[in-house]
């Protein structure tokens, strides 16, 4: 490894692993990945860890590149003078470059009582605690699920399909995403499964008890479990370490993922905001910005200068238990349009991508260069229209999960 170039990707998720597979496409550069878990994890099936019909996890040795170094600890502080990252374990890496990738989680709710008795399902270790708690549940017990965007109404689906009693408490909009006839459509699947849906602006929750969750109109509904699936956040690394981050600490970049404060810090995923427009949170973004992240450094590299960043993919898929969905088509401002596809035929499309996700990463692994979606032409025009347009203001719409 003497005299490589040495990369270190923070983060193996969707936009660290797709980044650091790519980053192998020169031999003189030696790739590290730090992630605090030795498997990766398949965040999109989260809702069906909930629900007992499948594990969300990928061995790592199926979708990273052999020649990427996997470190198994967590960064905990980044010297981007000094050039070197800190490990919860007391080691220290030092780096040429580093692709910030750390992705995101549950934020920490302000509702009195849901940090006690909610139960989060962003991640992993979240997400199996869950299903240990609904499996010592009877099944006639009440389930509370609080949030109506992605994760919410795909949990509570996963569970009423089992026989739960659910209950999907939205605190104003079901699917705030969704176009109004694909949200109609959530709803009458949703229905059917049984679920009892708490819409409004009454449906705000103020307070979680042990056994209940108190709404804004002073309703009170009971849950022997409540599940708390309302508003992500990106970890405060990037903020710890002195770096320019957003109000909700994603770290500020460029148009070609470059950090504002330095040219050897490139940013992916959850947790990058470029331009202070930062995308939705999504896999469905995740990808082709690991993609763009390793070009940009791949480029620096050759001496030549980064493209921008362009996007021009959007779409939400929503599953609804195993054997339905919504699947909602939006414009290039990510804004859901009228055409969706319900029923069995969306959730053939969720599970198709799904399986695809690892099919993108194995193959950047095995042929690095091969994924060229984040270069399908039209995106960057667009981008360029909403930063005069001043549209910072729409990062609020990254306040959900990561989906297809």
Request: some cysteine; glycine content about 14%; hydrophobic content about 40%.
């Given at each position: 490894?003497?005299?490589?170039?040495?990369?270190?990707?923070?983060?193996?998720?969707?936009?660290?692993?797709?980044?650091?597979?790519?980053?192998?496409?020169?031999?003189?550069?030696?790739?590290?990945?730090?992630n605090p878990r030795p498997?990766?994890?398949?965040?999109?099936?989260?809702?069906?860890?909930?629900?007992?019909?499948?594990?969300?996890?990928?061995?790592?040795?199926?979708?990273?590149?052999?020649?990427?170094?996997?470190?198994?600890?967590?960064?905990?502080?980044?010297?981007?003078?000094?050039?070197?990252?800190?490990?919860?374990?007391?080691?220290?890496?030092?780096?040429?470059?580093?692709?910030?990738?750390?992705?995101?989680?549950?934020?920490?709710?302000?509702?009195p009582g849901a940090a006690?008795?909610?139960?989060?399902?962003?991640?992993?270790?979240?997400?199996?605690?869950?299903?240990?708690?609904?499996?010592?549940?009877?099944?006639?017990?009440?389930?509370?699920?609080?949030?109506?965007?992605?994760?919410?109404?795909?949990?509570?689906?996963?569970?009423?399909?089992?026989?739960?009693?659910?209950?999907?408490?939205?605190?104003?909009?079901?699917?705030?995403?969704?176009?109004?006839?694909?949200?109609?459509?959530?709803?009458?699947?949703?229905?059917?499964?049984?679920?009892?849906?708490?819409?409004?602006?009454?449906?705000?929750?103020?307070?979680?008890?042990?056994?209940?969750?108190?709404?804004?109109?002073?309703?009170?509904?009971?849950?022997?479990?409540?599940?708390?699936?309302?508003?992500?956040?990106?970890?405060?690394?990037?903020?710890r370490s002195g770096l320019?981050?957003?109000?909700?600490?994603?770290?500020?970049?460029?148009?070609?993922?470059?950090?504002?404060?330095?040219?050897?810090?490139?940013?992916?995923?959850?947790?990058?905001?470029?331009?202070?427009?930062?995308?939705?949170?999504?896999?469905?973004?995740?990808?082709?910005?690991?993609?763009?992240?390793?070009?940009?450094?791949?480029?620096?590299?050759?001496?030549?200068?980064?493209?921008?960043?362009?996007?021009?993919?959007?779409?939400?898929?929503?599953?609804?238990?195993?054997?339905?969905?919504?699947?909602?088509?939006?414009?290039?401002?990510?804004?859901?349009?009228?055409?969706?596809?319900?029923?069995?035929?969306?959730?053939?499309?969720?599970?198709?991508?799904?399986?695809?996700?690892?099919?993108?990463?194995?193959?950047?692994?095995?042929?690095?260069?091969?994924?060229?979606?984040?270069?399908?032409?039209?995106?960057?025009?667009?981008?360029?229209?909403?930063?005069?347009?001043?549209?910072?203001?729409?990062?609020?719409?990254?306040?959900?999960?990561?989906?297809?």
């Amino acid at each position: 490894m003497t005299g490589k170039t040495q990369v270190v990707v923070i983060g193996g998720g969707y936009a660290g692993v797709m980044a650091a597979n790519r980053l192998t496409r020169r031999d003189d550069v030696a790739v590290t990945l730090v992630n605090p878990r030795p498997d990766f994890v398949h965040r999109v099936r989260l809702h069906q860890l909930v629900g007992g019909s499948d594990d969300a996890v990928v061995a790592y040795r199926d979708v990273l590149a052999e020649d990427v170094r996997l470190v198994v600890d967590t960064v905990t502080r980044i010297d981007a003078a000094g050039r070197g990252v800190t490990s919860a374990s007391g080691g220290t890496l030092g780096y040429d470059y580093l692709v910030y990738a750390v992705g995101s989680g549950s934020a920490e709710p302000d509702v009195p009582g849901a940090a006690e008795f909610a139960h989060p399902a962003a991640t992993l270790e979240e997400a199996r605690r869950l299903r240990r708690v609904v499996e010592a549940t009877p099944a006639a017990a009440p389930v509370t699920v609080v949030g109506a965007g992605s994760t919410g109404i795909e949990t509570a689906a996963e569970l009423a399909e089992q026989g739960r009693r659910v209950t999907l408490v939205c605190g104003g909009v079901l699917g705030p995403y969704l176009h109004a006839r694909g949200r109609r459509s959530a709803a009458r699947q949703l229905a059917g499964l049984g679920v009892r849906v708490v819409d409004g602006s009454g449906s705000k929750v103020t307070a979680v008890t042990r056994g209940a969750v108190r709404l804004a109109d002073g309703r009170e509904l009971p849950g022997e479990v409540t599940v708390w699936t309302a508003g992500f956040g990106v970890p405060g690394l990037a903020a710890r370490s002195g770096l320019s981050t957003d109000a909700a600490g994603r770290l500020l970049t460029d148009e070609t993922l470059t950090s504002v404060d330095d040219a050897r810090v490139v940013a992916a995923g959850d947790s990058a905001a470029p331009s202070g427009l930062p995308l939705r949170m999504s896999c469905l973004n995740a990808i082709p910005l690991g993609a763009r992240a390793a070009d940009t450094v791949l480029s620096r590299l050759a001496g030549e200068q980064p493209a921008p960043l362009h996007h021009s993919i959007y779409a939400q898929c929503i599953s609804l238990g195993r054997g339905a969905g919504v699947y909602q088509l939006a414009n290039r401002s990510d804004v859901a349009v009228w055409l969706h596809i319900g029923g069995g035929p969306a959730a053939r499309i969720k599970e198709l991508g799904c399986r695809s996700i690892p099919g993108y990463l194995t193959g950047e692994a095995r042929e690095p260069g091969s994924y060229r979606l984040h270069r399908l032409p039209g995106g960057a025009a667009r981008r360029r229209k909403l930063l005069r347009a001043g549209a910072p203001a729409a990062a609020g719409r990254t306040a959900g999960r990561r989906v297809l």
